[in-house]
């Protein structure tokens, strides 16, 4: 019995640690450069004051948790190109699917801007 326990403690810890491995993984597969561009952008948006180098690495990190590096760019593709003018660029603005991807996006960017102390 008591190696039964023994053994189900073990595994256990383990799936804990492929949980928490699996999060940091996805916080984590930002590739470099799109992390400073993000934070320069975002410099850029907030007057390119040097303390904003702070802020927006939060906002990055925050990004980043929620959301897996190819899903981030999805969405942050559909937020930048909704609101450009044209017949064409109707696929990142009309279909319901790009709606609720563009307003999640948005609502993770609001988070992201409260928790890190940023206006814009």
Do not use: W
């Amino acid at each position: 019995m008591r190696m039964l326990h023994k053994t189900l403690l073990l595994a256990v810890l383990a799936s804990l640690g492929t949980v928490a491995r699996g999060e940091e993984t996805r916080a984590n597969d930002f590739p470099t450069t799109d992390r400073v561009e993000f934070v320069l952008e975002c410099m850029n948006r907030n007057g390119g004051e040097p303390q904003y180098i702070y802020k927006c690495s939060c906002a990055v990190d925050e990004v980043a948790k929620a959301y897996k590096y190819d899903d981030y760019v999805e969405a942050a593709t559909v937020a930048r190109y909704r609101n450009a003018g044209g017949e064409r660029t109707g696929i990142f603005r009309d279909p319901d699917e790009m709606k609720k991807l563009n307003k999640d996006y948005t609502a993770v960017l609001a988070s992201a801007r409260k928790t890190c102390g940023l206006q814009r």
